[in-house]
C-alpha cells in the first residue's frame, strides 16, 4: 500500500501563489509516476499535472503555464507550485500515484490523498 498526505492548501487572493506538498509513504517502489488532480463542487475531478519517475511531466490545459510540478526523491515528496491563481482554480486538490502509463486517467489512479482545499477569493 502507498500512503498519500497532502499540505499546503488555503486561502489565497486571485493572482496570489501557493505550493501544495504530498509525502509519499509506504510501498513507494511500485510508483513511477505520480501528479495532482483537483474536483470543484459539481464537476468531475480534472488532472491538474502529472510527473514520472524519469522527471517527464504534463499539464491540463487551464494551469499550464501557471503551474509547475516537480519531486524530492530524497523527500519523497511532490510539489505543486501554484501561481497567478484564478477563482476558477478554487477546488480540493488531490495527490495521486500509479504507474506511468495510467497517471493521466482519474478512473485508473491506483492511489489518492484525502485532499486539500484550495480557495481564491478576494
Known amino acids: 500500500q502507498v500512503q498519500l498526505v497532502e499540505s499546503g492548501g488555503g486561502l489565497v487572493q486571485p493572482g496570489g501563489s501557493l505550493r501544495l506538498s504530498c509525502a509519499t509513504s509506504?510501498?513507494?517502489?511500485?510508483?513511477?509516476?505520480m501528479g495532482w488532480y483537483r474536483q470543484a463542487p459539481g464537476k468531475q475531478r480534472e488532472l491538474v499535472a502529472t510527473i514520472t519517475d524519469g522527471g517527464s511531466t504534463t499539464y491540463g490545459n487551464s494551469v499550464e503555464d501557471r503551474f509547475t510540478i516537480s519531486r524530492d526523491n530524497a523527500k519523497n515528496t511532490v510539489y505543486l507550485q501554484m501561481n497567478s491563481l484564478k477563482p476558477e482554480d478554487a477546488a480540493v486538490y488531490y495527490c495521486a500515484a500509479g504507474s506511468w502509463f495510467d497517471i493521466t486517467s482519474a478512473t485508473q489512479v491506483a492511489y489518492w490523498g484525502k485532499g486539500t482545499l484550495v480557495t481564491v477569493s478576494s
Open positions: 509506504g510501498s513507494i517502489f511500485s510508483i513511477t509516476a
